[in-house]
């Protein structure tokens, strides 16, 4: 067989829209079955007006029978009957719009048969007191229905009559054509009603695709906030609905990372002004005094100190952020890599006049990862708590081995966080007490990284807060073996 015309159609309907595809289809189904029960319909319905037809000759023979019957044996034969039979049988002929011959057989007084029915079924069987009819080809030739019924002899012997009755067939295949065009109507009328439908649901189906293309294109011209209206509940709402989330993603990652460039700009150009300051003052101020010069030159240090950590946490969040960081797989003891972090927090703490406790098992809990990493998460939560405790304060830090990980739960009785800034403490650059933010050493960065890093380790972390002076908890889970 020859596939290439059967590629090149396959081709061509690959290259049409999806509403002409679903209409070919489903017009073509329909037709296919509308006409193949079209044609079962039809052909019995002929069938049926067929039978009808001879039924009803039939009944017209019986009909002409008995009122042949009257005129020819009711009184006695005479020229005015033969007369009156001849305007009866034209009668009848207009009247069933029908050829009626009177065939008498072998009666010396009565009318003499006409025409041979050496060739007529019908004859012989009325002949034979029986009735039928018969399709075959008249005088002229042309096909006909001819059916013949006997009249009997009235009680005069060899008074024998058959009357014979016949339709062009033409007139029965009319009747069946008009039978015809009626069902073709009827099917056309379906047809195009169905097609209507077709169109219809095609159309439904395929609007909210274009609706959803028009988006997409929005979108990816910039129009951020477009989003596809009344999705709908149906498979192609649903990728409605998936897009709209995935707008919002991605208007709420720009809009970040917006604001992020928006912040580090402004975090990185206070401490350079305040150099800037000093370091012109240094220069060309010559009335300072010593003890004020040595006095900038301590701030130019620390604002120093803050710019290059600040760069520090920077860069390794924006290497967490574009998953290049790498993750470390050395063996690590988290019970002594805490006591060591108290130990170098004693004094911190001590100065601040709080109390820091370590609740930790005598056994060693290892955990995989790069020193450096939890170093950074567990100094910035263990300094968080530190900072933010007020003079007579504690902070209980509890470690504990957990099935699949190990938790770290860092609580302290310090000033806390407000409900509405809770959700915010991960955000970069965000600190809930701004006005306060010079007092407080800290960049508002440590929390997002110390997420970033427990999130690229598998783990999780949470700060939980009663509200303001009720105090913070911190705590991190880690997976063992970590899941990053
Ligand atoms: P910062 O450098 O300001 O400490 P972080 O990212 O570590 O930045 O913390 C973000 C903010 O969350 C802080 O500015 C502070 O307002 C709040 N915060 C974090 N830890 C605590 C805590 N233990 N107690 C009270 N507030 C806290």
């Known amino acids: 067989m020859n596939r290439r015309p059967l590629a090149q159609v396959a081709a061509r309907l690959h290259r049409m829209s999806i509403r002409t595809r679903l209409l070919i289809a489903y017009v073509g189904l329909l037709l296919i079955g509308f006409l193949a029960l079209t044609l079962v319909a039809g052909s019995q319905i002929a069938l049926a007006a067929r039978a009808d037809y001879e039924q009803r000759l039939l009944n017209e023979v019986r009909l002409v029978q008995q009122g042949l019957r009257a005129v020819l044996y009711g009184e006695g034969w005479t020229e005015e009957s033969e007369a009156a039979l001849a305007a009866q ?22 009318p003499q048969p006409r025409g041979s029915f050496r060739e007529a079924p019908e004859m012989e069987t009325a002949i034979r007191d029986g009735v039928v009819v018969v399709q075959r080809d008249d005088d002229q030739g042309r096909p006909a229905l001819f059916t013949a019924v006997a009249l009997g002899d009235g009680g005069r012997e060899g008074g024998q009559a058959v009357v014979q009755l016949s339709v062009p067939l033409e007139n029965l295949t009319l009747l069946i054509t008009q039978r ?160 060591s972090l108290r130990q170098q927090h004693l004094a911190s703490a001590a100065e601040r006049g709080v109390t820091l406790t370590l609740i930790a098992p005598e056994a060693i809990i290892p955990i995989r990862g790069s020193l450096n990493h939890l170093l950074i998460v567990f100094r910035n939560l263990l300094e968080n708590a530190i900072k933010y405790t007020p003079k007579g304060g504690q902070v209980t830090w509890t470690i504990r081995q957990e099935a699949g990980g190990v938790r770290s739960i860092l609580q302290d009785t310090g000033q806390g966080i407000a409900p509405e800034n809770l959700a915010h403490v991960f955000e970069r650059f965000f600190r809930a007490d701004r006005a306060r933010s010079r007092d407080v050493p800290g960049t508002g960065l440590g929390l997002s990284l110390v997420k970033s890093i427990v999130d690229a380790y598998g783990g999780s972390v949470t700060l939980e807060s009663a509200g303001p002076n009720r105090g913070v908890t911190a705590t991190v889970f880690l997976p063992v073996p970590p899941a990053g």
């Open 180 to 339: 015809w065009l009626l069902l073709l109507l009827v099917l056309a009328v379906i047809l195009a009603v169905t097609v209507a439908a077709a169109l219809w649901v095609a159309r439904s189906i395929i609007r909210p695709l274009y609706t959803l293309r028009d988006s997409a294109l929005r979108l990816s011209e910039g129009d951020l906030a477009i989003r596809v209206a009344n999705p709908g509940d149906d498979e192609i709402g649903a990728v409605g609905r998936a897009f709209n989330e995935m707008a919002v993603q991605v208007q709420g990652m720009l809009e970040e990372q917006r604001a992020f460039a928006s912040n580090t700009s402004h975090e990185l150009r206070t401490p350079l002004t305040t150099i800037r300051l000093r370091s012109e003052a240094l220069r060309y101020d010559d009335s300072l005094d010593e003890a004020t010069s040595a006095q900038y030159i301590v701030e130019i240090d620390e604002e120093v100190g803050r710019l290059s950590s600040m760069i520090e946490d920077l860069t390794l969040l924006s290497r967490f952020d574009a998953g290049r960081a790498e993750l470390g797989h050395s063996e690590i003891d988290l019970v002594r890599l805490a006591v």
């Open 89 to 110: 049988i034209a009668e009848y002929e207009a009247h069933l719009n029908a050829s009626i011959v009177l065939h008498a057989l072998n009666d010396r007084e009565g």
